[in-house]
Each structure stands twice: as C-alpha cells, then as structure tokens.
C-alpha cells in the first residue's frame, strides 16, 4: 500500500511581466499563537513553481489533525522579498 503524500503547490510570478521567477527559495511556516513553525524549504524552478511533499505521518505530527493556516515566504539572495498568510489547510 503507497504511503499518503501531502501537496503544497504555488507559483512565484512577477507583477510587471507575468512570467514565473526561477531560482527563489520559498519557505512554508505553520503559524501558531505563540510560535511559527517551519514546514518546509524548498526553491522554485524555471517556470517559478515550487512544491513542499509531506508523508502522512509528518503532516499529522506537524499540525495534530486541526485546521492550519500557513505563512509562505520568497526570498531571493536571502532577502525576504514577498509574505502571503491567506493559506488555508483543512
């Protein structure tokens, strides 16, 4: 039986042009009262799209069967460029 996979997907574009920016790192953050927790790393590829995986076992370790809501963060030279917190999982 194959493990249960969870997906967050996103694309980084830019506001003039429209085409995706490559080569950002994106980083997801489970946001608590009292503390933020990281999610996950990874960076976008040519087209501007990121994706974070998580196996079933590590998503209910990480937000205990309950409604989330995530701050996603883009730098670039590690700079933080770009936050949204409008994320919802359920």
């Given at each position: 039986m194959a493990k249960k996979t969870f997906r967050i997907t996103g694309r980084v574009i830019d506001q003039k042009s429209g085409q995706g920016v490559e080569g950002l790192k994106v980083e997801a953050w489970d946001k608590d009262l009292l503390f933020d927790d990281l999610v996950g790393?990874?960076?976008?590829?040519?087209?501007?799209?990121?994706?974070?995986?998580?196996?079933?076992?590590?998503?209910?370790?990480?937000?205990?069967?309950?409604?989330?809501?995530?701050?996603?963060?883009a730098f670039s030279n590690n700079i933080d460029i770009k936050r949204t917190d409008n994320v919802q999982l359920v």
């Open positions: 790393r990874t960076e976008t590829n040519t087209d501007g799209f990121y994706e974070f995986k998580f196996c079933k076992s590590y998503f209910k370790e990480l937000f205990l069967d309950r409604c989330s809501h995530l701050l996603l963060k």
